[in-house]
Structure formats: structure tokens, C-alpha cells
């Protein structure tokens, strides 16, 4: 099994590409060892010294470090992590820690069709390319013309997910949908 990495934009995360599926659909993000229990493959990641949060995407998973360890200390561990358990036959996730399909959360309410025009604008046109960078950009809420967003992965905690915010996201969704006036970032 060959495992490549990636660097993100966020310089306390890595992207690791396992050559196969990690995630049927949907992303699973483990901000802490506690919710990493969900997982098998997060549990063994969060055992290596120095990892503070894993995440699932469908072919990848993204680990956080402490930024008092090194990538040249933590790597090779990681890889190995990853190997054992791909090799283990063992599934990603338990059953009770499966991933829900969008991953958005739900919205009632007299806004639900600007709320799906902005799921969709996420959809189609951000999540895509933010899974590139081995992140997720899900939908949190829109309360009177502001839009929140939940950052994981590599896009939480990243230097630059304010301008991805401001500059990106929130300029498109302006863009399509004239009801958004502003995007934030909310800690879930």
C-alpha cells in the first residue's frame, strides 16, 4: 500500500491519500480524541503522540498536530497508523459514528429557499475545491442575511480561512444570493 501526502494550507495539518476509499459519502470530522472514538482509524491516530484532530473525507484524511512536534517526527508514524489499519480490514467508522450525506445542517423556516440555494452554491462550487486543501466547508445557519459556516479539517484553525471566508465564500454567496449580506465561522 503506497500512501502520499500532501501539505494544506494550514501548516498544523497534512493531507494523507490512502489509494482507496476512506468515506463512502459525507466527511467525518474528529476535533478530539473523545469523538475519534467513533472510529477505529481515528482512535489509532489519535494514539500517536502529538495528534489533536482527524478528519475523513471520501479519499483522504487530514490530521492536526501540536505545533511543538515536528511533520518529520510525526509522518512516519502516521503512514504506519494508516497502513495497519487499512491492512487490519477493520471499517473506518462504527455504525453509530457513520457520517450523515451532506453534512449541512437542517434549516426550517421562512428562508428554506435561499437556504438551499446556499447549500447548493456550497455544494457545486466550494466544498469541492476546500476538500482539495483536505477540509470541509459545511452550513451551520442563515439568520437575517448572515450566513454560518462550520470549518473542519484542514480549514479549521488554518491561517487563512478568514480571507477563504471573507474574500471567497461570502463574495460568491453575495454574488448569487442578495439576501446574504455577510459569512461567519462558528466552533461547533
Not at 503512514?79 to 495497519?84: P, S
Not at 462550487?125 to 486543501?133: E, I, N, S, T, W
Not at 470541509?136 to 477563504?164: E, K
Amino acid at each position: 500500500m503506497f500512501i502520499q501526502t500532501e501539505s494544506t494550507p494550514n501548516p498544523a495539518t497534512l493531507k494523507f491519500l490512502p489509494g482507496q476509499t476512506v468515506l463512502d459519502a459525507g466527511t467525518a470530522d474528529f476535533p478530539t480524541a473523545e469523538a475519534g472514538e467513533k472510529s477505529p482509524l481515528a482512535k489509532r491516530l489519535f494514539s500517536v503522540d502529538g495528534v489533536t484532530g482527524v478528519f475523513f473525507g471520501t479519499d483522504f484524511v487530514t490530521v492536526t498536530k501540536t505545533d511543538s512536534i515536528e511533520w518529520d517526527h510525526l509522518k512516519p508514524a502516521l503512514l504506519g497508523a494508516i497502513m495497519e489499519h487499512f491492512q487490519s480490514g477493520q471499517p473506518v467508522m462504527n455504525e453509530a459514528g457513520a457520517p450523515a450525506a451532506s453534512g449541512h445542517a437542517d434549516h426550517d423556516g421562512p428562508d428554506g429557499a435561499i437556504v438551499n440555494q446556499i447549500k447548493e452554491l456550497l455544494d457545486t462550487r466550494v466544498r469541492p475545491a476546500v476538500a482539495q486543501d483536505g477540509g470541509d466547508i459545511t452550513f451551520h445557519g442563515f439568520d437575517r442575511g448572515v450566513v454560518y459556516l462550520y470549518m473542519q479539517g484542514a480549514c479549521a484553525g488554518c491561517p487563512s480561512s478568514t480571507l477563504t471566508l471573507k474574500m471567497g465564500i461570502e463574495n460568491l454567496l453575495r454574488h448569487y444570493i442578495p439576501e446574504v449580506t455577510e459569512v461567519r465561522p462558528v466552533a461547533v
